[in-house]
């Protein structure tokens, strides 16, 4: 059976958890064609990624006479299906917040994709994010295309689930992943109870080659955190700026590195400054996997106050380094951090809780930090084993087909 992958840009140094994903389907046997829709090489930073990148299909490298040609064939060959996907289209738009136009657009990838789908002889579609590319996909779908299913992440799809059709999606696919049980559970509120079997948690994954070479340094006897992610305002690193500035009132020492990069660049930088923190936090801008795998392991801890979220595969990676991790109480990271055996959780805008748990992290003793670590280890090496969620996928896939 060959699969297709869609995904809006593809790969990311951010989206090295769907790389890991369709590699450990391979290992399994499936043939996997890779597509995004947007083009991302000048995005890349990350060897494997580049590699990756060598074997995507990108939809909109395509000149837009091909995608129109693409419309009309698609119109000409099965009129009723077209109608049927373009009243969808629209009905989707409507009541979207990105508009009819831009759900024409999705209308003519969605026809082009068909086409390249029919050409490779794909059987199965699975898109990530519940957005624009399970967009693409039902409306593939509708034209005529493989049935699909697609995996929910969150928290964009939670917070406007009407506007992003998610019952209409959930209603044609096959079959929908949610990353955790938190997630599967705002996915049911979006459907008729009839349509909950369909909903599976599968998890995001850390590949076995994170962790190694074993075992892991201990916990370093140095005053150094780090916090992993996209520098936007629901990541929370505004809020960890300020309880930083109390610790440095209080008179403690300790380094913060913020790895990553976001439209809140520049504001972060400036209050870094403001603040007087130069000398306590350092901004570096994305890293390649094998950089961010370096750094975790410098640090005592991993730091991730974000009031939004889904499950964030950078808290895995930290306990399959034997870190602890300080992040809140939302979305699926309690199924993830357990308060004072992994790591710290504390309410999501909280300053003062998050200060109190850095303080926590900074005057711990290391064999605290240490066996916190290695229970996050153990929980890692239990619930999000690469090959056992890809074969939960190949299960699904392979369902009643």
């Given at each position: 059976?060959?699969?297709?992958?869609?995904?809006?840009?593809?790969?990311?140094?951010?989206?090295?958890?769907?790389?890991?994903?369709?590699?450990?389907?391979?290992?399994?046997?499936?043939?996997?064609?890779?597509?995004?829709i947007?083009s991302?090489i000048?995005?890349?930073?990350?060897?494997?990624d580049?590699?990756e990148?060598?074997k995507?299909t990108?939809?909109?490298?395509?000149?837009f006479?091909r995608?129109?040609?693409?419309?009309?064939?698609?119109i000409?060959?099965?009129?009723?299906?077209?109608?049927k996907?373009?009243i969808?289209?629209?009905?989707?738009?409507?009541?979207?917040?990105?508009?009819?136009?831009?759900?024409?657009?999705?209308?003519?990838?969605?026809?082009?994709?068909?086409?390249?789908?029919?050409?490779?002889?794909?059987?199965?579609?699975?898109?990530?994010?519940?957005?624009?590319?399970a967009?693409?996909?039902?409306l593939?779908?509708?034209?005529?295309?493989?049935?699909?299913?697609?995996?929910?992440?969150g928290?964009?799809?939670?917070?406007?689930?009407?506007?992003l059709?998610?019952?209409?999606?959930?209603?044609y696919?096959?079959?929908?992943?949610?990353?955790?049980?938190?997630?599967?559970?705002q996915l049911?509120?979006?459907?008729?109870?009839?349509?909950?079997?369909?909903?599976?948690?599968?998890?995001?994954?850390?590949?076995e080659?994170?962790?190694?070479?074993?075992?892991?340094?201990?916990?370093?006897?140095?005053?150094?955190?780090?916090?992993?992610?996209?520098l936007?305002?629901?990541?929370?690193?505004l809020?960890?700026?300020e309880?930083?500035?109390e610790?440095?009132?209080?008179?403690?020492?300790?380094?913060?590195?913020?790895?990553?990069?976001?439209?809140?660049?520049?504001?972060?930088?400036?209050?870094?400054?403001?603040?007087?923190?130069?000398?306590?936090?350092?901004?570096t801008?994305?890293m390649?996997?094998?950089?961010?795998k370096?750094?975790?392991?410098?640090?005592?801890?991993?730091?991730?106050?974000?009031?939004?979220e889904?499950?964030?595969?950078?808290?895995?990676?930290?306990f399959?380094?034997?870190?602890?991790?300080?992040?809140?109480y939302?979305?699926?990271?309690p199924?993830?951090?357990?308060?004072?055996?992994?790591?710290?959780?504390?309410?999501?805008?909280?300053i003062q809780?998050?200060?109190?748990?850095?303080?926590?992290?900074?005057?711990?003793?290391?064999?605290?930090?240490?066996?916190?670590?290695?229970?996050?280890?153990?929980?890692?090496?239990?619930n999000?084993?690469?090959?056992?969620?890809?074969?939960?996928i190949?299960?699904?896939?392979?369902?009643?087909?």
């Amino acid at each position: 059976m060959k699969i297709a992958y869609l995904v809006n840009q593809y790969p990311l140094v951010s989206h090295s958890f769907i790389r890991r994903e369709i590699q450990a389907l391979e290992n399994l046997g499936l043939l996997i064609h890779r597509i995004s829709i947007r083009s991302t090489i000048h995005k890349i930073i990350d060897m494997a990624d580049k590699k990756e990148y060598s074997k995507t299909t990108v939809l909109l490298s395509m000149p837009f006479i091909r995608l129109t040609t693409f419309l009309v064939l698609a119109i000409v060959s099965h009129p009723y299906s077209f109608i049927k996907a373009a009243i969808l289209a629209f009905q989707m738009g409507w009541k979207s917040k990105s508009g009819l136009l831009k759900h024409v657009i999705y209308l003519f990838e969605a026809c082009a994709l068909k086409i390249i789908l029919r050409k490779s002889e794909i059987d199965h579609l699975h898109a990530h994010f519940g957005t624009n590319t399970a967009t693409v996909a039902i409306l593939c779908y509708i034209l005529g295309g493989p049935p699909y299913s697609f995996t929910v992440h969150g928290p964009e799809e939670f917070d406007n689930p009407q506007g992003l059709s998610l019952n209409e999606k959930i209603r044609y696919a096959k079959f929908i992943i949610a990353v955790s049980n938190y997630g599967r559970s705002q996915l049911m509120r979006q459907c008729h109870f009839s349509l909950w079997s369909k909903i599976h948690v599968i998890h995001c994954t850390v590949d076995e080659s994170f962790a190694e070479p074993l075992p892991v340094p201990a916990v370093p006897d140095n005053h150094r955190m780090i916090c992993v992610g996209r520098l936007c305002e629901q990541k929370g690193h505004l809020l960890l700026l300020e309880a930083l500035n109390e610790l440095k009132k209080q008179g403690m020492d300790f380094e913060m590195i913020f790895a990553g990069d976001g439209d809140l660049r520049d504001l972060i930088e400036q209050k870094i400054a403001h603040l007087q923190l130069t000398d306590h936090v350092k901004v570096t801008g994305w890293m390649t996997e094998n950089e961010v795998k370096r750094e975790i392991i410098k640090s005592r801890a991993l730091v991730l106050p974000s009031f939004a979220e889904g499950l964030p595969v950078v808290i895995m990676e930290a306990f399959a380094l034997a870190r602890p991790v300080i992040s809140t109480y939302i979305a699926g990271i309690p199924e993830l951090v357990e308060n004072n055996v992994n790591g710290y959780l504390i309410p999501a805008g909280s300053i003062q809780d998050l200060t109190d748990a850095l303080r926590c992290v900074l005057t711990a003793d290391l064999a605290k930090l240490q066996k916190m670590g290695d229970h996050g280890f153990v929980k890692i090496k239990e619930n999000h084993n690469n090959l056992k969620e890809a074969e939960k996928i190949k299960n699904l896939i392979f369902m009643d087909s």
